[in-house]
């Protein structure tokens, strides 16, 4: 007979395994310690053990799965906002009936998100709406559940989720020289100069919060006439886990931004550039961007600077 329960401190070596066994693709990475778990999950100020909820074959009282459900954030990322309840993470021992017992997981997490409070279901974490899963699963950002998973699609769609975005994962790879060419950077050069801030600044609650323990470093492109004028910046973080998947030493860029009287005239492009170089003189195989697909700018930037397409994300709504 299976049991469901809430989190007990005593569960974290069993459900790293429980990771372990059922995250094998791409966009995840094995956890060679509970402590990645501690980091990620349970250290965030509003993690609640009752939305981590247990699968236990009572027989044996073994772990066989799991799920981790948390909420949104407001408006303004300076507090929960209990009316966007996410599902993170399901994930079932291979051994075990999956879908019928993955199915009772996302349930229970339906059930504790609507006693909460929550309006709306979504499935698959996504900036901003990812309490839990960054760092863990998908790369540089929260990107939804991964094609690369190809369960998660039908499972979530036999549960009344209907796709609601999609994020584009692109990768380019370090180990041949950087090559992107385009005329105009060469006035750009004279005019701007990049900086790299080795403590980058977190804006909001939020950040801290998604972000954790992070040591993010911050690109800068700045105006050389006026110092403190900045044009451009981008965030960049080493993807520490994933590269024991990917076989190379990986990082992610995490937020290009361009000043909006500035934009369209190549900044965004050579600031990309200047981190592709940067990464591949410290050794870095694999820099990772994500692009929302309803962003065609950023994914024609990812484009431009010769990035390919190698995943793609899919977040989920469901009415309560």
Aim: glycine share 8%.
């Amino acid at each position: 007979m299976i049991v469901f329960r809430r989190f007990l401190n005593t569960d974290p070596p069993a459900l790293a395994d429980v990771w372990n066994e059922s995250h094998t693709a791409r966009g995840s990475f094995p956890l060679r310690t509970p402590a990645l778990l501690e980091r990620w999950v349970f250290s965030k100020p509003y993690f609640d053990p009752d939305g981590l909820i247990v699968a236990v074959d009572d027989t044996d009282n073994r772990i066989i799965g799991y799920a981790l459900a948390g909420f949104g954030p407001n408006e303004e990322l300076s507090a929960l906002d209990y009316t966007h309840g996410v599902i993170c993470s399901v994930a079932v021992r291979p051994n075990v009936g999956r879908k019928h017992l993955g199915a009772n997981l996302v349930h229970k997490c339906e059930e504790y998100l609507t006693k909460r409070g929550a309006t709306t279901l979504r499935a698959g974490p996504v900036w901003p709406y990812c309490p839990f899963g960054f760092g863990l699963y998908g790369g540089t950002n929260c990107p939804g559940f991964l094609a690369s998973d190809p369960g998660a699609d039908p499972f979530f769609r036999s549960l009344g989720y209907e796709p609601a975005g999609t994020t584009l994962v692109f990768q380019k790879k370090l180990d041949s020289p950087i090559s992107i060419p385009d005329a105009r950077f060469g006035m750009l050069r004279k005019r701007y100069e990049t900086q790299v801030m080795r403590a980058a600044s977190v804006p909001t609650w939020w950040h801290e919060c998604v972000w954790g323990t992070l040591d993010p470093v911050e690109f800068r492109m700045v105006d050389k006439l006026a110092n403190s004028f900045i044009a451009a910046r981008a965030i960049v973080w080493e993807l520490e886990g994933y590269g024991w998947r990917w076989g190379f030493p990986s990082a992610g860029v995490l937020d290009i931004q361009v000043r909006q009287d500035l934009r369209r005239q190549g900044l965004a492009k050579l600031l990309l550039s200047q981190i592709l170089r940067f990464l591949q003189d410290q050794f870095f195989g694999i820099c990772e961007l994500h692009a929302p697909s309803t962003d065609p700018a950023l994914v024609g930037l990812c484009r431009a600077a010769t990035l390919a397409h190698v995943d793609t994300g899919t977040t989920y709504l469901k009415k309560v």
